[in-house]
């Protein structure tokens, strides 16, 4: 990933004044792509009407654009909305599903909540953690792979269940999980 | 929209029905076992038999037994079929030719399917969760058309004599809840949908919302009338995707049709509701941290009182309900009071419904009267523990819970007797253990998640989980004493009276519980005292700790 530093024009809406801003985009390929999401950002700021409350919405949506929350956007979306730069960082880091870091272009979410436990999901984990040698919360240095743990996500049933990227799979032994992960691990771009 | 328009939708939607219907359950469960591929193609299979005049494909909420999923089912004749999978349909959609069906059944006469008493889930499996009309031709928004022609105070004295209890934990009088708001002066007030289900193991509020999502609205509008609210917001976790597509779908449904806006049946009540989504926190289940959230804060309790019923979201009246109490509600506007107090024990009233998961042969949802044993959920509707292991604890309430052991069985499912046995309702998880799972472990693992969840504001909650579950590490690794056992007892017993929310007094509630039941299974990882000559004040485990 090549690390660009890009300059933006980036109109704080309500206001009407437009602010330079300088965003060191890790997970940013071009300007053209960075400027369209911040626009999608923006937009989506003016329709919950820059109301403060609106933040957790307002960062799931940056999230869902940029993929994680890094520095730069936490501290556009607070002038936009006119927050302290504190209370936004301070709400994204309380919840689980805001993610701080880049993720990997794949995500395995092992489910970690009762029924799974019982029928034995800490050794899902501790495969993904083998077969792609890294730990919970981390990514592979190659950027294929992320592993999280959630805490249940309501299809009980199924347990033991993995969530690879966004499909919910289960019930799954670890020996399936490991070959599902090592098929990603060696896919090409 | 008035009640003329909805009676006649409701009739409309009844004559429009097929003469064979095959209903395809479309919830999560099912989802993630392939039940969109079989939905499309039983809707391929009608298409390309030319069936389309006399099959019905409709995809449905959840039939609750979960772990034979997908589940399909036809009405001529009624069959269910477990595990369906997408080269099955072409044989599910040519019985309505009468042609003959080798495909598995399930036992009309299973006990999972005739031992429920449904009410809050009455739909569910029947009604296409994704219509409005579906809904109303299930007399649907009755209830509150009913409710808009009494006065508020009827209502809320309604919803006093029908005994219900809050359903999301604490059981807390909903009548007296409700009463306390419409108390409160003239003004801003909002009614707030508990729909943050962090327990792990506890599904059947996502089911509901799924299945029902017009059933939640239509209590909420319900509560805002009795309570004279104007303004709802619906909390849910964002786990729950297809619960929040669902619900939007609902309220934009309800809203285009008048059942939610202004002046709504024709009467001067005005209702909105919008959805507030989670960002993985456990601690916003509990009711000012849901408040804050829902105010783009940090999910952190506060002290109360003032509790959110004087002062609760904007600093309004608030009132807060899970969701299932306000999908109950519909069906006790529609047939009184008296007839859903006349249903489970003295204090208990009415149905609940049970997630049931872990080492069990039939795992899903189901719904029984309060004051039914354990032993009935989980031996009979559940079908005990599969592959001959004996049963050994089933744990109630999530990591606010407690593990109840097999003797125990028999206890009847209500709030006070639970709470005897040092565990509580909960929202209604319960998760079956088998021989094989070590109580410890257990303890341990409801210990992680509540030092992972503790919000930090309190110090009790904060240092005092994380100190628990070092504790419970080193007693597993066979490093604690007796010494480490007493202070472990003597930390559950500070953590619990010390907390500020129900996150922090109910954390140790695991411990104690397998500690009161399975003491000797702590006891038998206990190692010998460091300094044999060292006596320290001998706690013996007691035995009444919750």
Known sequence: ?189 | MNIADLHTIREAERNRCKPFTIRCCTSSGCRASGALEVFAELQKQVQESGLTDRVDVVGVGCPGLCSEGPLVESTHPAAIYPRVKSEQAREIVRISLNEPCQLEQLDPGHPFLTGQLKIVRARAGIIDPERLESYIAADGYVGLQQALQQSPETIVETITVSGLRGRGGAGYPTGLKWATVAKMPRGQKYVICNGDEGDPGAFMDRAVMEDAAHQVLEGMAIAAYAVGANQGVIYVRAEYPLAIERLQLAITQATRAGLLGTGILGSGFNFTIEIRIGAGAFVCGEETALIASVEGLRGMPRPRPPYPAERGLWDCPTLINNVETLATIPAILRNGAEWFAAIGTEKSKGTKIFSIAGKIQNSGLVEVPMGTTLRQVVEVLGGGVPGGKALKAVQTGGPSGGCIPAELLDTPIDYESLSAIGSIMGSGGMIVMDESDQMPEIARFFMEFCADESCGKCVPCRVGTVQLHRLLTRIIERKASQDDLDQLIQLCHLVRDTSLCGLGQSAPNPVLSTLRYFASEYEALLQPPEFPGHTRRKAPIPLTVI
């Open chain 1, 1 to 189: 990933m090549s690390t660009s530093v890009l300059s933006l024009k980036v109109r704080t809406a309500n206001s009407g004044v437009t602010a330079f801003m300088e965003l060191k985009g890790s997970s940013m390929s071009s300007a053209a792509t960075t400027d369209r999401r911040i626009g999608i950002l923006d937009a989506f700021m003016r329709k919950v009407q820059f109301r403060g409350d609106a933040l957790i919405a307002v960062l799931h949506k940056a999230q869902e654009l940029f993929g994680f929350l890094d520095r730069p956007i936490l501290k556009h979306v607070a002038r936009t909305l006119k927050l302290p730069a504190s209370r936004v960082y301070g709400v994204a880091t309380f919840y689980h599903l805001f993610r701080l870091k880049p993720q990997g272009e794949h995500t395995c979410e092992v489910c970690l909540g009762t029924a799974c436990f019982v029928k034995g999901a800490q050794e899902l984990v501790d495969a993904v953690e083998q077969t792609a040698e890294i730990h919970v919360g981390e990514t592979t240095p190659d950027g294929k792979l992320s592993l999280v743990v959630s805490r249940c996500i309501g299809t009980c049933s199924i347990a033991p269940l993995v969530v690879m990227d966004e499909q919910i799979v289960g019930p799954i032994s670890a020996e399936m999980l490991s070959t599902r992960v090592q098929e990603w691990m060696s896919e090409h771009r």
